[in-house]
């Protein structure tokens, strides 16, 4: 009898009632939403509304290269909007990225944000926000759940890859940069209250990163659905509207960047995705996913698309039917909850396999290993409502697995 695990088994149990209990207490909200191609010209007049002055501009200088923050500039100029850029952000954003950009806001006495980019860029703008809310606490103390407790300034989220759902989450994903551990600010304050869903943006997202952010909407969405237990019946609806946008979509976008009613649609799907996930939570998936990309900087839709099938697999009978569910949605065969599960996961490696995804990673150091499992227990229990409490060995199967 192994009693340390049967008392972590009980402990998460108690937890999860508990969550499941405060969740409702939540302020959970969904983003004003600016929609359709074009849309981000339309941003500046809602800013005059809330009579902000001087905004903190956070993108990626990647984008900034490409040109793509220049019809929003131009129209902040004719608003008559100062603006100040930060973009010294590295995919993965680290908490120095965040003081950084903190010190910019500052200086500037900005008193609205602008987070315009992938992931990454909106984190380390809501990590800004929470800084700004905080100036005496580091990331690092406000890491976890509820540690922001207070209102931020007017932020405007304006994603320009459709995969990690920030733009509607609670969540901000810091890496801290001596240690390379990545962690969540976890608070309702910080979920944006403006977003724009503009496909034009993503119409130049190259195929690779169409396909890794793609399958991490995926993964928020079956992560969401099969821990289940703090999800409401929207959570679950917008879970599978999400899998039916990605099935219907995403080869789609990854083909022809150019289809603007694909890029649209994977745009809704992620918005979707990060919603359920906001209250559902992640998984296995997600806090093995950190950890690689914070040991070795393994982009994060790559982290997910790789391991999504193999947790899935591992989980076994807890997810047949939840799994099987899903496969319904998109019209999978199979005559049992176990068979649609098992179709629905070989779908998965499929489109992996379709969009030149790799079956695993080779840069997994052995020594690494129960820094690995420590960090990501410590992330998933007991916070995440997975449907399977894992052990050591757990963890390291699932290593083992994902190795090449
Ligand atoms: N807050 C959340 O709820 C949440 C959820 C999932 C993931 N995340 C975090 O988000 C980050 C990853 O974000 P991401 O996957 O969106 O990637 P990213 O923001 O790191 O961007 C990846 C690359 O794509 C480029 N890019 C972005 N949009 C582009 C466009 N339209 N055209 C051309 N190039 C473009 C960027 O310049 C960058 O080089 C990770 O740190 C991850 O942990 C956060
Ligand atoms: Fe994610």
Same mark, same amino acid.
């Given at each position: 009898?192994?009693?340390?695990?049967?008392?972590?088994?009980?402990?998460?149990?108690?937890?999860?009632?508990?969550?499941?209990?405060?969740?409702?207490?939540?302020?959970?909200?969904?983003?004003?939403?600016?929609?359709?191609?074009?849309?981000?010209?339309?941003?500046?007049?809602?800013?005059?509304?809330?009579?902000?002055?001087?905004?903190?501009?956070?993108?990626?200088?990647?984008?900034?290269?490409?040109?793509? &923050?220049?019809?929003?500039?131009?129209?902040?100029?004719?608003?008559?909007?100062?603006?100040?850029?930060?973009?010294?952000?590295?995919?993965?954003?680290?908490?120095?990225?965040?003081?950084?950009?903190?010190?910019?806001?500052?200086?500037?006495? @900005?008193?609205?944000?602008?987070?315009?980019?992938?992931?990454? +860029?909106?984190?380390?703008?809501?990590?800004?926000?929470?800084?700004?809310?905080?100036?005496?606490?580091?990331?690092?103390?406000?890491?976890?759940?509820?540690?922001?407790?207070?209102?931020?300034?007017?932020?405007?989220?304006?994603?320009?890859?459709?995969?990690?759902?920030?733009?509607?989450?609670?969540?901000?994903?810091?890496?801290?940069?001596?240690?390379?551990?990545?962690?969540?600010?976890?608070?309702?304050?910080?979920?944006?209250?403006?977003?724009?869903?503009?496909?034009?943006?993503?119409?130049?997202?190259?195929?690779?990163?169409?396909?890794?952010?793609?399958?991490?909407?995926? @993964?928020?969405?079956?992560?969401?659905?099969?821990?289940?237990?703090?999800?409401? $019946?929207?959570?679950?609806?917008?879970?599978?509207?999400?899998?039916?946008?990605?099935?219907?979509?995403?080869?789609?976008?990854?083909?022809?960047?150019?289809?603007?009613?694909?890029?649209?649609?994977?745009?809704?799907?992620?918005?979707?995705?990060?919603?359920?996930?906001?209250?559902?939570?992640?998984?296995?998936?997600?806090?093995?996913?950190?950890?690689?990309?914070?040991?070795?900087?393994?982009?994060?839709?790559?982290?997910?698309?790789?391991?999504?099938?193999?947790?899935?697999?591992?989980?076994?009978?807890?997810?047949?039917?939840? &799994?099987?569910?899903?496969?319904?949605?998109?019209?999978?065969?199979? $005559?049992? +909850?176990?068979?649609?599960?098992?179709?629905?996961?070989?779908?998965?490696?499929?489109?992996?396999?379709?969009?030149?995804?790799?079956?695993?990673?080779?840069?997994?150091?052995?020594?690494?290993? +129960?820094?690995?499992?420590?960090?990501?227990?410590?992330?998933?229990?007991?916070?995440? +409502?997975?449907?399977?409490?894992?052990?050591?060995?757990?963890?390291?199967?699932?290593?083992?697995?994902?190795?090449?």
């Amino acid at each position: 009898m192994n009693y340390r695990y049967l008392a972590k088994e009980a402990y998460c149990s108690v937890f999860h009632a508990g969550m499941k209990i405060g969740n409702y207490a939540l302020p959970y909200r969904i983003p004003e939403l600016l929609e359709g191609p074009g849309c981000i010209r339309q941003l500046p007049a809602k800013i005059r509304e809330k009579k902000c002055r001087n905004i903190l501009l956070v993108t990626d200088r990647q984008l900034l290269k490409l040109g793509l &923050l220049d019809s929003l500039k131009e129209e902040l100029e004719k608003e008559g909007i100062e603006y100040t850029v930060f973009a010294d952000i590295q995919p993965n954003p680290t908490d120095e990225n965040v003081e950084e950009g903190y010190r910019l806001f500052y200086i500037h006495d @900005c008193d609205g944000i602008i987070a315009f980019g992938g992931g990454s +860029p909106m984190d380390c703008a809501k990590g800004i926000a929470a800084k700004n809310a905080h100036p005496n606490k580091s990331i690092a103390e406000m890491q976890g759940i509820l540690k922001v407790h207070k209102k931020i300034v007017p932020f405007w989220a304006v994603p320009t890859t459709a995969g990690t759902g920030s733009e509607t989450t609670l969540a901000a994903v810091i890496t801290e940069e001596k240690t390379h551990h990545k962690a969540s600010i976890n608070d309702p304050c910080i979920m944006p209250a403006y977003a724009v869903l503009d496909p034009e943006l993503t119409v130049g997202l190259p195929a690779h990163i169409t396909a890794s952010t793609g399958m991490d909407a995926l @993964c928020h969405a079956v992560e969401s659905y099969t821990n289940y237990t703090y999800c409401t $019946d929207l959570e679950k609806d917008y879970s599978k509207r999400a899998v039916k946008l990605i099935y219907e979509n995403l080869l789609k976008a990854y083909n022809d960047g150019t289809d603007l009613e694909a890029r649209q649609n994977m745009q809704k799907a992620a918005f979707y995705a990060g919603r359920s996930f906001t209250r559902g939570c992640v998984g296995y998936v997600h806090a093995v996913g950190h950890t690689l990309s914070g040991l070795y900087g393994v982009p994060h839709g790559l982290a997910m698309a790789v391991i999504l099938p193999h947790v899935m697999k591992q989980f076994g009978p807890a997810v047949y039917e939840r &799994l099987g569910e899903l496969a319904d949605v998109i019209g999978l065969e199979g $005559d049992t +909850p176990q068979e649609k599960s098992g179709a629905f996961i070989t779908w998965i490696e499929e489109m992996n396999e379709r969009m030149n995804i790799p079956k695993g990673f080779d840069m997994i150091r052995d020594e690494d290993v +129960p820094q690995i499992i420590a960090w990501a227990d410590k992330e998933a229990n007991p916070l995440y +409502p997975v449907p399977v409490i894992w052990k050591e060995e757990d963890f390291r199967k699932l290593i083992a697995s994902i190795r090449l």
